[in-house]
């Protein structure tokens, strides 16, 4: 009977833990205002934020802030549009924001 058992055979298998999403799916922060015209400001937790991106619609990485960051993020350099806010946290966390940029 031992040679029939249907569980994984070495143990690290069956002890695994899932790993923890890097993706967030809450709304933990947002981008203020929306649309935006010259900048745009991250409220919610923003002393943990570790990089910011702006992404366009074809997933180039059209502008990149790193430490230190910006309390208010200048944009008047990028074209009207609609963009993703990529915004990483240190733990290591992700999370995606639209933003859309009008300018007059």
């Given at each position: 009977?031992?040679?029939?058992e249907?569980?994984?055979q070495?143990?690290?298998?069956?002890?695994?833990?899932?790993?923890?999403?890097?993706?967030?799916l809450?709304?933990e922060?947002?981008?203020?205002?929306?649309?935006a015209n010259?900048?745009?400001?991250?409220?919610?937790?923003?002393?943990?934020?570790k990089?910011?991106?702006?992404?366009?619609?074809?997933?180039?990485?059209?502008?990149?802030?790193?430490?230190?960051?910006?309390?208010?993020?200048s944009?008047?350099e990028?074209?009207?549009g609609?963009?993703?806010?990529?915004?990483?946290?240190?733990?290591?966390h992700?999370?995606?924001k639209?933003?859309?940029?009008v300018?007059?």
């Amino acid at each position: 009977m031992l040679d029939k058992e249907i569980h994984p055979q070495y143990v690290a298998m069956r002890k695994a833990k899932p790993l923890a999403p890097l993706i967030k799916l809450e709304d933990e922060y947002s981008l203020v205002p929306n649309p935006a015209n010259l900048f745009f400001t991250i409220s919610g937790n923003s002393k943990n934020i570790k990089e910011v991106a702006v992404i366009d619609t074809k997933g180039k990485i059209i502008k990149n802030y790193q430490p230190p960051l910006p309390k208010q993020f200048s944009i008047v350099e990028i074209a009207n549009g609609m963009y993703q806010i990529k915004i990483v946290d240190t733990f290591g966390h992700i999370t995606f924001k639209k933003l859309t940029l009008v300018k007059q």
